[in-house]
Nanobody, 127 residues
Framework: QVQLVESGGGLVQAGGSLRLSCAASGRTFSAYAMGWFRQAPGKEREFVAAISRSGGSTYYADSVKGRFTISKPNAKNTPYLQMNSLKPEDTAVYYC????????????????????WGQGTQVTVSS
């Protein structure tokens, strides 16, 4: 069982930056593809960004492209989601997710494709 724990959320003004991290209890992310999702109040969970097991392939939702960066540096460093130029509409609970992929270059954009989830971290962007 893989337990994921997000950190780094908080309150930030529009235009600011935050870095969310995702730690796995007792494991490294070398064997997993990862993703970030978010859920705003009253809305469905939505995809934000994904990265392959190798770290060489990434994919972003159009709403965050050019502003967010997903990274899975190496086995020793915690994966993160760097969020720049934040907007009030980015306000949500952010979740990291992980799964064992079919190949090193595969990434996944549907929540159902992920086996493990964190508990979420709140990000609030004020205008």
């Amino acid at each position: 069982q893989v337990q994921l724990v997000e950190s780094g959320g908080g309150l930030v003004q529009a235009g600011g930056s935050l870095r969310l991290s995702c730690a796995a209890s007792g494991r490294t992310f070398s064997a997993y593809a990862m993703g970030w999702f978010r859920q705003a109040p009253g809305k469905e969970r939505e995809f934000v960004a994904a990265i392959s097991r190798s770290g060489g392939s990434t994919y972003y939702a159009d709403s965050v492209k050019g502003r967010f960066t997903i990274s899975k540096p190496n086995a020793k460093n915690t994966p993160y989601l760097q969020m720049n130029s934040l907007k009030p509409e980015d306000t949500a609970v952010y979740y990291c997710a992980a799964t064992q992929p079919y190949s090193g270059s595969a990434y996944y954009i549907r929540g159902s494709q992920y086996a493990y989830w964190g508990q979420g971290t709140q990000v609030t962007v004020s205008s």
